[in-house]
């Protein structure tokens, strides 16, 4: 198979400025002010997207170095293979987080509740629209016995070493 690249189209800036310590989903992040500065040859692409109240953005993890198979998640202390989990080290390190869009300012996105680094590289952004992403779930895997942990699980850095 040929090989696939993506070219960033902008930027996230976020209070992050160390891995120590971030949110590791959105929904503990609640209250969290940042910015999505996309880069201007993409800013005509943004057109409509203030008529959505919440965004899904796409980014590339840059700080997580190599990935293992079967890793310990945050929430738990078992190991795991990292398809079953969330965390940021994998074959493809691409990252997803659905953040509330407060407004855009020219090429600029005004977002609430993200849980994302400083400087990491935005790949896309689509709409969040619940009857398209909202499916009702009769298990959550090993997460249903963990998720209790997510107001308190911080990054402690794991991923990046």
């Known amino acids: 198979m040929d090989e696939i690249k993506y ?19 959105a929904a503990s992040a609640k209250g969290i002010d940042g910015t ?17 109240s919440h965004i899904i953005l796409i980014y590339h993890f840059h700080l997580s170095k190599r990935f293992k198979l079967m890793i310990k998640p945050y929430m738990d202390d078992k190991l795991r293979g990292v398809f079953a989990t969330r965390a ?17 300012e020219k090429n600029v996105l005004h977002v609430r509740d993200i849980d994302i680094m400083n400087g990491t590289p935005l790949l896309d952004i689509k709409p969040y629209v619940p009857e398209f992403d909202m499916r009702k779930v009769e298990k ?22």
């Open 36 to 52: 999505v500065e996309v880069f201007p040859e993409y800013a005509e692409g943004l057109k409509d997207l203030d008529a959505f």
């Open 140 to 161: 959550t895997g090993w997460l249903e016995r963990n998720v209790h942990k997510l107001p308190t699980s911080k990054d402690d850095g794991r991923f990046a070493k």
């Open 88 to 104: 940021p080290s994998r074959p493809n390190s691409i990252g997803i987080s659905i953040v509330h869009l407060i407004g855009i």
């Open 7 to 25: 070219r960033p189209i902008g930027v996230i800036h976020s209070p992050y400025r160390k891995i120590e310590g971030i949110p590791i989903q």
